[in-house]
T-cell receptor
Framework: GAVVSQHPSWVICKSGTSVKIECRSLDFQATTMFWYRQFPKQSLMLMATSNEGSKATYEQGVEKDKFLINHASLTLSTLTVTSAHPEDSSFYIC????????????FGPGTRLLVL | RKEVEQDPGPFNVPEGATVAFNCTYSNSASQSFFWYRQDCRKEPKLLMSVYSSGNEDGRFTAQLNRASQYISLLIRDSKLSDSATYLCVVNRQSNYQLIWGAGTKLIIKP
């Protein structure tokens, strides 16, 4: 089956630092990757939709300059949380849609971010 | 109003019982519907897609009611391993974006 990896799986950082999270599709090409955030006991919230080679589309209320997304290849998308603050602590999950694969999304294992 | 609404639960159910959840969605133009399962501190995993005619996969049955804009999931002969949060997911129809309910927590007790 399609496998999506995320790195790192967890990170603890000081307030004000930037954190980069990688999302890779290991055995398929992903036209589109999605970035979600999930706070405890809440639903997954779509942050942005990332298409290879073009700018990401951000959901309302998500700051583009705060959450930088790069999708330079069909197998890699990165999310950089710039100048992270404690309120950015969350579970960040990416998913990837297979090229010509319909609506099925394959999820990465998630990255837990704790900002002190 | 949220785009996808679910009863957060928790539903405490004895092992072997049958349990059902509903989910309502607001966008009448939605075409695709899914149930995902999420275990604590893990990523969500697709449980089943929901088709207009209803569909069954082993102990799990999903139904779609377009007129009332709700989706249901029925679990028969529940197992301890069914304990998880069940997420109702609806597509937004543009760029394959999925909209997620907050999830219904299910606890199966021995």
């Amino acid at each position: 089956g399609a496998v999506v990896s995320q790195h790192p799986s967890w990170v603890i950082c000081k307030s004000g630092t930037s954190v980069k999270i990688e999302c890779r599709s290991l055995d398929f090409q992903a036209t589109t990757m999605f970035w979600y955030r999930q706070f405890p006991k809440q639903s997954l919230m779509l942050m942005a939709t990332s298409n290879e080679g073009s700018k990401a589309t951000y959901e309302q209320g998500v700051e583009k300059d705060k959450f930088l997304i790069n999708h330079a290849s069909l197998t890699l998308s990165t999310l950089t949380v710039t100048s992270a603050h404690p309120e950015d602590s969350s579970f960040y999950i990416c998913s990837a849609r297979i090229l010509a694969g319909g609506e099925t999304q394959y999820f990465g294992p998630g990255t837990r971010l704790l900002v002190l | 109003r949220k785009e996808v609404e679910q009863d957060p639960g928790p539903f405490n159910v004895p092992e072997g019982a049958t349990v059902a959840f509903n989910c309502t969605y607001s966008n009448s133009a939605s075409q695709s519907f899914f149930w995902y399962r999420q275990d604590c501190r893990k990523e969500p995993k697709l449980l089943m897609s929901v088709y207009s005619s209803g569909n069954e996969d082993g102990r799990f049955t999903a139904q779609l009611n377009r007129a009332s804009q709700y989706i249901s999931l029925l679990i028969r002969d529940s197992k301890l391993s069914d304990s998880a949060t069940y997420l109702c997911v609806v597509n937004r129809q543009s760029n394959y974006q999925l909209i997620w309910g907050a999830g219904t927590k299910l606890i199966i007790k021995p």
